[in-house]
């Protein structure tokens, strides 16, 4: 009998809903529930009461609310989650967060403000405008 562990995933109950790999590029509002990995380029809004993950190679230019948001790839655009936002080693993330639960791992570039509130729910928590023009922002890799 061969021993497999299943690797332990970031995510509540270790199920994805859906897996966006890093040859899609999507443009536009995206709402989904459960946990979604987007590993693509991704530019638009992006709206959820669940989790986030955006992968080592995912590329995201969109205003973000969710859940939870656990980002290891590039953001660009403004964060609002009901529950936290993890910023991985190797995340770069320009624009502002506003979660009850921040963390920061060493190595992660981040260009923005930072909020930590109490917890609420993601729809009721306001997307702020950006407070600056983020389009033409470079993100060194």
Request: proline letters at 4%; hydrophobic letters at 45%.
């Given at each position: 009998?061969?021993?497999?562990?299943?690797?332990?995933?970031?995510?509540?109950n270790g199920k994805l809903t859906a897996f966006i790999d890093e040859g899609s590029e999507i443009e536009g509002k995206y709402t989904f529930s459960g946990t979604v990995m987007l590993n693509g380029k991704f530019s638009g809004e992006?709206?959820?009461t669940d989790t986030l993950i955006i992968g080592e190679k995912g590329v995201v230019h969109a205003c973000i609310q969710a859940g939870?948001?656990?980002?290891?790839?590039?953001?660009?655009?403004?964060?609002?989650?009901?529950?936290r936002v993890d910023l991985?080693?190797?995340?770069?993330?320009?624009?502002?967060?506003?979660?009850?639960?921040?963390?920061?791992?060493?190595g992660v570039l981040f260009e923005g403000q930072c909020r930590m509130n109490k917890?609420?729910?993601a729809e009721q928590a306001p997307m702020a405008p950006l407070s600056r023009d983020l389009s033409a922002v470079p993100v060194e890799r």
């Open positions: 009998m061969l021993g497999f562990r299943r690797k332990r995933s970031s995510c509540a992006i709206v959820s939870a948001v656990l980002i290891s790839g590039e953001v660009v655009g403004n964060g609002v989650a009901s529950q991985r080693a190797k995340a770069r993330v320009v624009g502002d967060i506003d979660a009850p639960v921040v963390v920061l791992e060493e917890s609420r729910p």
